[in-house]
Nanobody, 125 residues
């Protein structure tokens, strides 16, 4: 059964905005877990973008996204959002959400237990 589904990616011009969604599947309630957004550009390693859990306020792992990306959640909709503004070409990547069932944030892919299949964000003029 699918547990995490990302959506909202697409083609956007530099300076534009997108909101990515990560929605939990049936009986997979995101509020119980640490949720991290990762991204991976072609030929590059997957890197952590942001995370929060019941133990952590939203954490942004790169100075380049601070002030531009905002992580939020709507428990009623079982959805976590990544609002991305002032997008830059270097933000181009496939974006994934991932859950750590131990409910602690990490910027490393290894500890993650559940992954979505990703949504592609392309920032180009």
């Amino acid at each position: 059964q699918v547990q995490l589904v990302e959506s909202g990616g697409g083609l956007v011009q530099p300076g534009g905005s997108l909101r990515l969604s990560c929605t939990g599947g049936s009986e997979f309630f995101l509020e119980y877990y640490a949720i991290t957004w990762f991204r991976q550009a072609p030929g590059k390693e997957r890197e952590g973008v942001s995370c929060f859990s019941k133990y952590d306020s939203p954490t942004y792992y790169h100075d380049s996204v601070k002030g531009r990306f905002t992580l939020s959640r709507d428990n009623a909709k079982n959805t976590v959002y990544l609002q991305m503004s002032n997008l830059k070409p270097e933000d181009t990547a496939t974006y994934y959400c991932a859950a750590d069932l131990l409910d602690y944030c990490s910027d490393s892919p290894g500890p993650m237990d559940v992954w979505g299949k990703g949504t592609l964000v392309t920032v180009s003029s």
